[in-house]
Structure formats: structure tokens, C-alpha cells
């Protein structure tokens, strides 16, 4: 199983230098040696959020040997044809870097409405949607007809280097991982334990089995907020860190993040990796002027021992 890092940009505010910082942690992440750079998906809301497939082609602009994605693509509110075309254009002119993963999108019934989408429909529209990304990036002459959309001998051209590109499915309802058995080719969640990882594969597994399908070993990750400090915080402090999305009122923050010393976040991914996880996106908690020496820290002290597996 190979384990790799990287990094999520997400929630954070916005800044007379937050355009410079964010190069910053673009070029940081690939000559640091970051696996890849992630981009989560908000549409509206007053929070600083950057529309994903604008920076993933900024990054691919940027960047040789950086891989990017998204965490998640909100793909109930897009047409799956201006989907497929996007990714299959920003798989071309990276030379095969780009790594989509989808997901139902957000719960503020305001976004689907501003996106002309009602809500209610939103795990049809996935279910009808990924199938035909992928017949659009590896067939000819696409004809369709859905639910939602209806295709007449159909072709995007270039079709994308990756053959096809991955097909990650977000989320950690049953649901969602039933949906990564039967449609997708792999699974990023958030803010789940090792346990739920663990417990997750498991269900992913088993119904991709029942439908004669295999989800590979290594296509299994995690979005992992991470709170670098020499002092151990308390669960209380934590829940109120505004850096931290969509935290749980389930669990004691704890459980499901990483934070401490370099040591410690180290010693957490193990514990993922031990649950099945080989695909890590750390998100730094914090702002966007401490995330660039944070992420630096991580580089120095924590990335090592994955590029180099020996020294752990």
C-alpha cells in the first residue's frame, strides 16, 4: 500500500495577501515534495472559498509534478458534460495530474436553489451523473437517457490522458459508501475516526463484491484537520476553532482529527493507515499566514518518513 500526503486549502478568511499566500503554498507544496494540492467546492456563503476548477487549472498552470483535486466537487450542481470536458481539458494539460472526487454537496438548501437544482434530487443527480462522466471520457458517440439528462451521439474531445481519471466518491453515510461500491473507484471522507475508516472499507468492499466489482487497496483516503502545537489542546478549544470544518456533535473532536506535536500527527495517520487509509489530505486549522509555516513544519518533520518509509 503506498501512503501519500497531501495538503487541502478550505475555509479560510480572506485578506489583502491572501492571493500571495496561497501561491505561497502552491509552490511550497510541490517543491516541499507534497504528493498533491486539494480544493473543496462552495458555490455561495459568506465564508472565503475559491471555486475549484479555476485554481486546480491555475495549479496546473503553476506547477510540473504537483498533482491536484478535488475535496469534494459538489457534482449535484453541475452539468456532467461541462463536468466531463473540464476535467478531460485539465487532465491534458497537465500530462495526467488532476484528481477529481465527487460528492452530493452541502446541506444549505440555498446553493442547490441559486443553481437552479432542488435539494431533494441531489443523490439521483450523482447517481446519474458519474456513470456518464465516465462514458464521456473513454467513449465515442455518448447517447443517453436519464432522469435528468438526455445525450444524442456526444463526444468531448481531448479525451483525458488518465484512462479514465479517478472517480473518488465522498462522504461516510451508509449510503455514500454504498455508492463508492457500485459507481466509484475510490473514497475520501472527512472527520471520521480510524474505527469508521476501518468500518467503512469494510461496507465499501462488500457491496462493490455483490455488483462483481473491486475498489483497489490503495484508493482509500481521508481529509484530516490537523493542529500543530508543542501543548496538547483541550477538546473544548478545539470545537471552537473556526478552521475546522463541519466539526461533529457525535464525537469528542478528538477522534477524528490530528493535533499536537509532529510526533503526534504522525503517530494519528499511523493509526489511519492502519485502519486501510493510504491517501491523506491534511488541512492545516488555522489561518492562511500560519498554514504556510505550519505546512512547512509538516514538511520537514513529517513527510520524510513517507517519502523514505525505511525511517520510520
Not at 479560510?12 to 504528493?35: C, F
Not at 493507515?273 to 491534511?282: A, M, P
Amino acid at each position: 500500500m503506498s501512503v501519500k500526503l497531501g495538503i487541502g486549502l478550505s475555509n479560510w478568511e480572506s485578506s489583502n495577501g491572501s492571493t500571495e499566500l496561497i501561491w505561497n503554498i502552491i509552490d511550497n507544496a510541490e517543491s516541499q515534495g507534497w504528493d498533491s494540492i486539494w480544493f473543496s467546492d462552495r458555490i455561495i456563503g459568506p465564508r472565503f472559498s475559491l471555486e475549484p476548477m479555476i485554481m486546480m487549472a491555475a495549479t496546473a498552470a503553476r506547477t510540473t509534478t504537483l498533482k491536484f483535486g478535488t475535496s469534494v466537487l459538489a457534482q449535484s450542481i453541475r452539468n456532467p458534460v461541462i463536468t466531463a470536458k473540464e476535467i478531460a481539458t485539465l487532465d491534458v494539460i497537465s500530462q495526467g495530474r488532476v484528481l477529481p472526487v465527487f460528492g452530493l454537496g452541502g446541506e444549505d438548501p440555498a446553493e442547490y436553489e441559486a443553481c437552479g437544482v432542488e435539494k431533494k434530487h441531489r443523490a439521483a443527480l450523482i447517481e446519474e451523473s458519474i456513470p456518464l462522466i465516465r462514458r464521456l471520457w473513454l467513449e465515442s458517440q455518448v447517447t443517453h437517457r436519464g432522469q435528468f439528462f438526455n445525450l444524442t451521439n456526444v463526444d468531448i474531445c481531448p479525451k483525458p490522458i488518465q484512462k479514465p481519471p479517478p472517480l473518488w466518491i465522498g462522504g461516510r453515510s451508509r449510503a455514500a459508501l454504498e455508492r463508492v461500491g457500485r459507481i466509484g473507484t475510490g473514497w475520501l471522507a472527512s472527520n471520521i475516526t480510524p474505527e469508521e475508516a476501518q468500518e467503512g472499507i469494510n461496507i465499501i468492499t462488500d457491496t462493490a463484491n455483490s455488483y462483481n466489482r473491486t475498489i483497489d487497496q490503495d484508493h482509500y483516503g481521508v481529509i484530516l484537520n490537523v493542529v500543530l502545537t508543542e501543548k496538547e489542546p483541550a477538546s473544548a478549544e478545539l470545537a471552537n476553532n473556526l478552521y475546522i470544518t463541519n466539526p461533529r456533535v457525535d464525537l469528542d473532536i478528538k477522534s477524528y482529527i490530528a493535533a499536537g506535536t509532529a510526533q503526534e500527527i504522525y503517530t494519528r495517520i499511523q493509526q489511519y493507515v492502519q485502519s486501510g487509509i493510504s491517501k491523506f489530505i491534511l488541512r492545516p486549522a488555522c489561518s492562511l499566514d500560519q498554514a504556510v509555516a505550519q505546512l512547512s513544519q509538516l514538511a520537514q518533520s513529517i513527510l520524510p518518513y513517507f517519502v523514505n518509509p525505511s525511517r520510520g
